[in-house]
């Protein structure tokens, strides 16, 4: 599976954004999907998952309560909705695939997916 992640900017402290990640391939439904993000420094991290069918989801614990993951597999679409955006969110972020299988929870590390986007930068202000 091929994906594009598109939806970053420029937002101030409090805002939100959607990030967006368009996929190919006609197995979508077969994958379980992520986000992670890097900021500069620092190493890839894990955001959010989602399951196949998108019942199941988990997030970190960084922005549990803020961001929701979501998936329509008839569009090959996945997203991002982060709310009360912090300094902190400031990262590029990548959306990721991969046939697992097991609980999501368990698929927090990038080591995990095998196919990755091209990221997209989010940069949050004061």
């Known amino acids: 599976v091929q994906l594009q992640a598109s939806g970053g900017g420029l937002v101030q402290a409090g805002g939100y954004l959607r990030l967006s990640c368009a996929a190919s391939?006609?197995?979508?439904?077969?994958?379980?999907l992520a986000w992670f993000r890097r900021a500069p420094g620092k190493e890839r991290e894990f955001v959010a998952a989602?399951?196949?069918?998108?019942?199941?989801?988990n997030y970190a614990n960084s922005v549990k309560g803020r961001v929701t993951i979501s998936r329509d597999n008839a569009k090959n679409m996945l997203w991002l909705q982060m709310n009360s955006l912090k300094l902190e969110d400031t990262a590029v972020y990548y959306c990721?695939?991969?046939?697992?299988?097991?609980?999501?929870?368990?698929?927090?590390?990038?080591?995990?997916?095998?196919?990755w986007g091209q990221g997209t930068q989010v940069t949050v202000s004061s």
């Open positions: 990721a695939a991969e046939r697992a299988s097991g609980p999501i929870a368990t698929l927090t590390h990038e080591s995990h997916f095998g196919s």
């Open positions: 391939g006609r197995t979508f439904s077969s994958y379980v």
């Open positions: 989602i399951s196949r069918s998108g019942i199941n989801t």
